[in-house]
């Protein structure tokens, strides 16, 4: 029976996947394969060669049919379940293929590069069919069964690897199994010594397995005993469902003739086993090409066979009852839930609603619809598919969809939504900003789009590459203002070569000098005294003045390195280009900037002393000006930095240094020294600068020089300075 | 997840509640008033719950279909009338139809079942309903379990000790394993007074109906977010790993991926994530008193007026059509992407994956997939024209790869061997006839 009754169903959970356990009994399954001479008998059913000659000419011999052996109709039915399996489950659904004559012949390991049809088909084709002269005394499907046990007990990557990562709840790995057989018995005597034997060899292993590591107990074995003769010759074996032998191994009986009811029986098999069922997609536009009927196009069929859950909607409302395409197995028909084909396709942009995604396997995967819906899924194109309801309303329940070469039936939900009328974001926390860098951020996902990276590539930090994705997200947002009018530099063209440099983990040389390049050209900009785009929202009037801009810009660029200085020495080499530029004004702004240079050197004397040697050197003139302004005005003046030195001579008193301490000061400034301020620099564009001036050393120029050469007199007067 | 608030009304809910003198209560009343700040706490924390009202005795009747208006939930309440005897079986396959006519039978839902614990006498009674449940046809099966996952919330308006003197505790807790063992029974401590109500009332809030908070990290940018609804635990393999998986309190971002990429995957639940003011979260639990909501206008102004991270994130997402790849613990991720509504009405979603290092087989391992900067050359190609996904599989599916089933004679492709045999027999007999000079090949 496909759909379990509601009675039986475990308890679940409240989002519990409906899965079968990790280690139920579909982990292992091995098949053994009779292989004794007997196999090697007809089946008995026919196949017609002659078929494709209608029109045959006179005195061709027409072809005789021939007929597969039996061994022939095991080795392909079983192929197709494996198939199907390896198709629905490409992962940890394990077989193991035992051939069994007067040996056994074990085709494969549960190891998975071993597990594919083709790896059996090659190891089939160097078995060779059964030998009809060998000694049939000596060949026994026991051989294989023994081993199948056997088999059973060693253990496989999956358990290996859980058993390894559960450490001491260890004993939650099961280890359970079936064995398929595929042989012809001779009684039902026949089949319960078989089944007697196997009871006996599991005892036998599990005591084995106790005392190793690589092998385990079984604790649970399904046999499946499934005994094939010859099409037109009565069965001597009887049917039998499944039953308890004894806590750890039940059997059940089918006999099945050989040819196309084998075939159908193990497909059955296969869905009972893995919980898989079907579904046939219906109305498949297909265009004929044979001959006759040459561009036409006609409807088509194509079943698929995947995990039930795909269905687990259906069969919980009843909708299944109702459904045209249904029809119980029971009958001998198979049990199928019809989809009809929807020619509206979907673009793969949309994200739909989907509650499950199922590996699908076509039951006939060479029939000319199947390979075509097959083609046309892998070319990457998805189908929607509609549930055909009795009240004759338009459902869309499930896709089909390739990713990356492998179908996959995906389940859509058609239901209400739960979440229905949110509240918009616009209306919640945030929603009322309007500036958010969108773009920028859009920017910042491409940069952190995520890759795969080989398994085998070892990064040195030893961190797994998802948490180095988590790094570099944490390096990018070190500072990452989020509206427009936060930030000034993440406006400006200019500083993108910068930012994007500074969040790398590491600087080369060339980036270091990209990066001071970047430096130089604002620096350059705030000489020319170029526009910046600073926000002028929240603000009133004109917004702040341009020295202000770049004061509020640098500060800005400082934030954003400083943030990464520590990372390497190449970071912090950025950084001390940027103090170095921002604080050392070109000499024809200098008296421009002079009212911000108490601030700056503040910064200056909060880094460390890792400056080059002329940044010090300037700052020790200035400092030396300081000085002297506080010798000047001791009654007024705060100092201008607690710990300066004491000067080391008494400097004679400089007349024209008179109007700068105010500016120096951290005290208010009064009308008179703004005013004089003002008046300084208005009349300083006025005229030419005095070559002393221009040339002076901390505001010193020494006079009559040569005087000094020729007469050896130390002159004291110094340049004068602003006035 | 929607909620369904089954009320018994039968008579022996108007049972008087014996205290000391002043003030009579029916245990309707002490039901009323529990229920009433279970609908308050609901509209002011929980408002986005789908909630309805059915009330029961020996029939069902659908008091107020499911609605956010918490206001006409209210007010059935305060119009119940009284009838006759319990009948839980009838009143849940009222629920079982209710929940699937509106939600269909995926969507989990819970039920919360307010009684007094007297289920009723004779046909028709719970115990009666326990009894009989082995012998039923298809078509008379007990409802539980429903189709859909359930919650089951039994509130008795009664203490454990009155329960416990009759089988009415034992048939409730039968009934509770029967719906598939998830919800609780909540019983009254002490005397049954409005105090003992509003306790029991508050275990159930804070169980189910507290709001879920969490902080979305993105590096160094993150906001303070509520995760609507609940995201629920989730036992993967109850062998293997029998411990429920938790969504953890802090979602990591761990990077970006394309629409077109990650393809419609498959997820367990969906989630909206409401960005919240972080001096909210302090009274989770407190049952929404008045004074509160007047200053709350001006204080969401001021949220709405400060930016907030989800609202640009959501903003990008919705313009670059793309996902973020969220971390919700240990092995178990989801995904954040804008959802737009048919009013165009757009917010930040979030999907969980099955827990497991690999939920999506076509990204690979989730653990192993890392920043494109460290990739020799950009995976997505210099103008965005390739993509690093899907992942390719090691072997090839069958439909993939040129394999041949000859269990049918259609599928014998040497019918195709036997029919250039025949032409070439064919030709050899045309030739037969030619002169003996020509030779055959």
């Known amino acids: 029976m496909l759909f379990p009754d509601r009675e039986a169903l475990p308890s679940q959970g409240f989002h519990q996947i409906c899965k079968m356990k990790m280690f139920s009994v579909a982990h292992k399954t091995v098949f053994v ?128 690897e859980k058993r390894i990562a559960l450490m001491d709840t260890a004993d939650r790995v099961a ?140 069969f919980k409302s009843g909708e299944y009852l109702h459904m045209a395409g249904t029809s119980t197995r029971e009958n001998g028909l198979k049990e199928t839930v019809t989809l009809k084909w929807c020619t509206p396709r979907t673009n793969s942009i949309e994200l739909h609603y989907c509650t499950g995604a199922y590996r699908i396997s076509p039951t006939d995967v060479n029939s000319r619809p199947s390979s075509c819906l097959t083609n046309f899924l892998l070319n990457g194109r998805s189908v929607l598919l509609e549930q055909p309801r009795k009240s004759g309303s338009k ?37 009322r900003v309007t500036d958010y860098r969108i773009t920028d951020f859009g920017e910042f996902m491409r940069e952190n789009r995520l890759t795969p990276v080989s ?269 | 997840m929607p909620t369904v608030v089954l009320m018994d009304v039968s008579l022996s809910m108007t049972r008087p509640v014996s205290l000391d003198g002043i003030e009579e209560f029916q245990r309707k009343n002490l039901a009323v008033h529990g229920l009433n700040m279970l609908f308050e706490h609901m509209a002011s924390n929980y408002r986005l719950e789908f909630t309805s009202l059915m009330a029961f005795s020996s029939l069902w009747e659908l008091l107020v279909p499911f609605t956010r208006d918490y206001n006409a939930l209210q007010e059935a309440l305060s119009n119940l009338e009284d009838y006759d005897k319990t009948c839980v079986e009838a009143a849940l396959n009222g629920v079982s139809n209710v929940v699937q006519q509106e939600w269909g039978s995926a969507c989990p839902c819970q039920v919360v079942l307010v009684t007094d614990g007297s289920l009723g006498i004779g046909k028709g009674s719970l115990r009666h309903s326990l009894q009989t449940l082995k012998q039923r046809g298809d078509d008379k099966k007990f409802p539980l379990p429903f189709p859909f996952p359930t919650k089951l919330f039994i509130m008795c308006i009664a203490n454990a000790e009155e329960l416990q003197m009759t089988d009415a505790m034992d048939n409730l807790e039968e009934l509770l394993c029967l719906s598939g063992g998830d919800g609780q029974i909540f019983t009254m401590e002490g005397p049954l007074c409005m105090k003992s109500v509003q306790t029991m009332f508050g275990k159930l809030i804070d169980l189910v109906y507290s709001p879920f908070h969490a902080v979305l990290h993105c590096g160094n940018l993150s906001s303070d977010v509520q995760v609507f609804p609940r995201p629920e635990p989730v036992v993967m393999d109850e062998e293997v790993e029998p411990m429920p998986r938790t969504v953890s309190t802090d979602l990591e971002i761990v990077g970006f991926i394309e629409i077109a990429d990650i393809a419609s995957p498959p997820v367990i639940s969906r989630h909206l994530v409401l960005p919240i003011a972080v001096n909210k979260d302090v009274d989770e639990v407190g049952t929404g008193t008045t004074d509160e909501l007047e200053e709350e206008p001006s204080a969401s102004q001021m949220a709405g007026k400060s930016p907030n991270f989800c609202v640009l994130l959501h903003g990008s997402l919705k313009v670059e059509g793309m996902v973020a790849l969220v971390q919700l613990g240990p092995e178990w991720y989801g995904m954040l992407y804008s959802q737009a509504d048919s009013k165009k009405k757009s917010n930040l979603m979030m999907s969980l994956f099955d827990p497991g290092p690999e939920p999506l087989p076509w990204l690979g391992k989730i653990s192993h997939l890392g920043p494109i900067s460290e990739a020799a050359d950009n995976p997505y190609g210099e103008d965005d024209s390739k993509s690093p996904f899907p992942v390719q599989p090691q072997v090839k599916r069958s439909y993939a790869q040129n394999v041949t089933v000859w269990i049918k004679a259609s599928g014998l492709q040497c019918l195709r061997l036997l029919k250039c045999f025949l032409s070439l027999i064919k030709k050899r007999l045309t030739i037969k006839k030619c002169p003996p000079t020509v030779k055959f090949m």
């Open chain 1, 33 to 160: 394969v009779d292989h004794c001479p007997y196999m090697a008998e007809s089946s008995r059913q026919q196949v017609e060669c002659d078929v494709l000659t209608k029109s045959r000419a006179q005195g061709v011999i027409p072809l005789a049919p021939v007929s597969k052996s039996l061994w022939t109709c095991a080795v392909e039915c079983s192929m197709e379940y494996c198939r199907i399996l390896y198709d629905v489950y490409p992962k940890d659904k394990l077989v193991n293929y035992i051939v069994s004559d007067s040996e056994f012949h074990i085709l494969n390991s549960w190891r998975r590069e071993d597990q594919s049809t083709h790896e059996l088909m090659s190891a089939l084709a160097a078995v060779g069919p059964p030998n009809p002269r060998e000694d049939p005394e000596c060949c026994s499907i026991l051989h294989g069964l023994v081993a199948a046990v056997e088999s059973l007990c060693k253990i496989t990557e999956l358990q290996h």
């Open chain 1, 175 to 314: 280890n359970r199994g079936r064995i398929i057989c595929l042989t012809n018995a001779k009684s039902d005597t026949h089949v319960r010594m078989l089944e007697d034997c196997i009871q006996e060899t599991i005892i036998e292993q599990n005591k084995l397995a106790a005392g190793s590591d690589r092998l385990m107990a079984i604790q649970q074995c399904e046999l499946v005993l499934v005994h094939i003769y010859p099409q037109g010759e009565d069965t001597l074996v009887s049917d039998r469902p499944k039953k308890e032998i004894s806590p750890l191994l039940t059997s059940e009986v089918h006999s099945v003739r050989a040819g196309r009811h084998l075939a159908t029986k193990l497909n059955i098999l296969v869905q009972q086993h893995f919980d898989l069922a079907s579904t046939t997609i219906t109305n498949i536009p297909m265009k004929v090409k044979e001959e006759q009927h040459a561009n036409t196009s006609a409807n088509y069929d194509v079943e698929l066979l995947h995990h039930r859950d795909a269905h687990l909607e259906f």
């Open chain 1, 395 to 431: 459902v869309i329940s499930h896709m089909l969809s390739s990713h990356g070469g492998e179908i996959f039936l995906h389940v859509l939900n058609s239901n209400r939504s739960t979440l229905e009328d949110p509240p918009s974001i616009s209306e919640g926390c945030g929603g």
């Open chain 1, 455 to 723: 398994e085998s590539s070892h990064d040195p930090s030893g961190k797994l590459p998802a948490e180095r994705a988590k790094a570099q997200l944490e390096r990018h947002t070190r500072y990452w203002p989020m509206i427009i009018s936060q930030t000034t530099i993440f406006n400006m063209q200019a500083v993108v070569p910068l930012a994007n440099l500074i969040v790398k983990e590491t600087l080369t040389d060339e980036d270091v000098l990209t990066c001071q390049k970047t430096v130089y050209n604002l620096v350059d900009m705030e000489r020319k005294n170029d526009p910046l785009p600073i926000s002028t929202v929240g603000s009133r009037g004109k917004g702040p003045k341009r020295d202000e801009q770049y004061r509020i810009m640098w500060n800005e660029l400082e934030t954003l390195v400083k943030t990464h200085a520590g990372a390497t020495d190449r970071h912090q080499r950025v950084l001390d280009c940027i103090i170095a530029c921002r604080s050392k004004p070109p000499e024809e702004e200098d008296r421009k900037k002079r009212g911000r240079k108490r601030e700056e050197r503040e910064d200056r004397t909060e880094k460390n002393g890792s400056k080059e040697t002329d940044d010090k050197s300037w700052q020790d003139s200035e400092r030396s000006v300081g000085l002297m302004d506080k010798d000047e005005q001791e009654s007024e003046v705060i100092k201008d930095s607690p710990d300066s030195p004491e000067p080391l001579n008494k400097k004679p008193r400089l007349t024209s240094e008179e109007i700068q301490p105010p500016e120096r000061t951290k005290g208010p400034v009064s009308l008179l020294t703004m005013w004089s301020n003002r008046i300084t620099a208005v009349n300083s564009r006025k005229h030419q600068e005095f070559f002393g001036r221009a040339s002076s050393v901390n505001s010193k120029f020494e006079l009559y020089q040569h005087l000094k050469d020729e007469n050896g007199m130390d002159v004291h007067e110094n340049g004068k300075a602003t006035r």
